[in-house]
C-alpha cells in the first residue's frame, strides 16, 4: 500500500492541538507501520515548515522546532517525491489550460507527485480541490 500525505494532514498529524489531530495521527501511524509506503512531495517539505512557522498555534511553533518535527517524526517515515522540471511545467501548463488560478498550482503539484509515485490512497482535507483538479483519482483521494 503506497499513501501519499498532503500537507493539511501532516501538520494535523504533528500539532497535537489542531482540530483534526486525531483523525490525521490515526492515518499517519497506520500508513508508516511496516510494509506500507508513505509519500510526501519535496515541495511539501517546505510547505509543512512555512505553515508550521507562521500559523498561530499555541503554543508557537518555533523554526528550530519545526526543522525538528520535520527531521525525527515525518523525514524518517516517508519518502520524498520531486518532480523533475520538465513535470512542473507539465503540470502548471494544465493548470493553465483549464483556468485554474493561485494557490490550486500547489495541489496540483502534490497530485502530480502522487502519481509519480503510484500511490494507492491520497490523505487531505482539502478533498473538494483535490478532486476536483484530478477526477481520475476521486477514489483514491480521501480526508483522514
Given at each position: 500500500?503506497?499513501?501519499y ?6 501538520v ?21 507501520e511496516?510494509?506500507?509506503?508513505a ?9 509543512v ?6 500559523t498561530?498555534?499555541?503554543?508557537r511553533?518555533y523554526?528550530?522546532?519545526a526543522?525538528?518535527?520535520?527531521e525525527e ?5 516517508v519518502?520524498v517525491?520531486?518532480?523533475t ?7 502548471m ?5 483549464q483556468g ?16 509519480k ?8 482535507f482539502?478533498?473538494?480541490d483535490?478532486?476536483l483538479l484530478?477526477?481520475d483519482?476521486?477514489?483514491k483521494?480521501?480526508?483522514?
Amino acid at each position: 500500500m503506497k499513501v501519499y500525505f498532503d500537507t493539511s494532514v501532516l501538520v494535523a498529524a504533528v500539532v497535537a492541538g489542531h482540530g483534526h489531530h486525531g483523525a490525521a495521527w490515526r492515518v499517519w501511524e497506520r500508513a508508516t507501520e511496516r510494509g506500507r509506503e508513505a509519500f510526501i512531495s519535496a515541495h511539501g517539505m517546505a510547505e509543512v515548515y512555512a505553515v508550521l512557522t507562521r500559523t498561530p498555534f499555541t503554543p508557537r511553533v518555533y523554526p528550530n522546532e519545526a526543522w525538528r518535527i520535520l527531521e525525527e517524526t515525518v523525514l524518517p517515515s516517508v519518502k520524498v517525491i520531486a518532480l523533475t522540471p520538465n513535470e512542473y511545467r507539465k503540470t502548471m501548463r494544465a493548470c493553465a489550460e483549464q483556468g485554474w488560478t493561485g494557490g490550486v498550482v500547489y495541489d496540483a503539484l502534490h497530485l502530480q507527485c502522487a502519481r509519480k509515485a503510484s500511490c494507492n490512497r491520497i490523505y487531505t482535507f482539502n478533498l473538494r480541490d483535490f478532486q476536483l483538479l484530478a477526477p481520475d483519482l476521486k477514489d483514491k483521494i480521501s480526508a483522514p
